[in-house]
């Protein structure tokens, strides 16, 4: 199954549907369009991801939902809702102790139709890495010692390209 992530609003409510193996590449624009939203009226009523057609996730789409998460409780209590959840995500998910941020929903969902596909067109940076991997960091000592190497590549990418301006 081919990776995708399809976006739409409807009601205030944020809908995101993930098909395939979610990797770095459509996150950016995801991130954009829901941070993007977060700084609009009315607010957010919600944020519902339907993960029914998910095989995989990638730690970069993983820390993205604890960044909706911690921005959609501060604006307004609630936690973003995965719906049908495979075991494998489940796990992937419990293992980075994301599980426990989130909430999990299998009841019947009508999700909309005609969702847009956002093809990640918007190249993904080591800010952004750096940033969504952080969200992960803050979660335990273990995904800080996980993600550490990696943190100093995007830390050392960054100050590159920053002296180089």
């Known amino acids: 199954m081919q990776e995708a992530l399809y976006y739409l609003e409807v009601g205030n409510i944020l809908y995101v549907r993930l098909s395939g193996h979610i990797t770095a590449a459509p996150c950016a624009d995801l991130r954009n369009r829901i941070y993007d939203r977060f700084q609009k009226q009315p607010?957010?009523?919600?944020?519902f991801i339907d993960m029914a057609n998910c095989e995989y996730m990638d730690s970069t789409f993983m820390g993205l939902l604890v960044g909706f998460n911690k921005r959609l409780e501060k604006a307004i209590g609630k936690k973003v809702i995965l719906f049908n959840t495979n075991k494998t995500c489940y796990e992937l998910l419990d293992n980075l102790g994301v599980s426990n941020l989130v909430s999990f929903s299998d009841e019947p969902m009508e999700f909309p139709e005609n969702m847009e596909r956002l093809?990640?067109?918007?190249?993904?940076?080591?800010?952004?890495?750096?940033?969504?991997?952080e969200n992960l960091m803050e979660l335990s000592d273990d995904n800080k010692k996980k993600f550490q190497t990696l943190g100093s590549v995007l830390k050392s990418q960054i100050e590159k390209k920053h002296d180089g301006d």
């Open 43 to 47: 607010p957010l009523l919600g944020i």
């Open 119 to 133: 093809e990640g067109a918007r190249p993904t940076n080591p800010e952004f890495l750096l940033n969504v991997h």
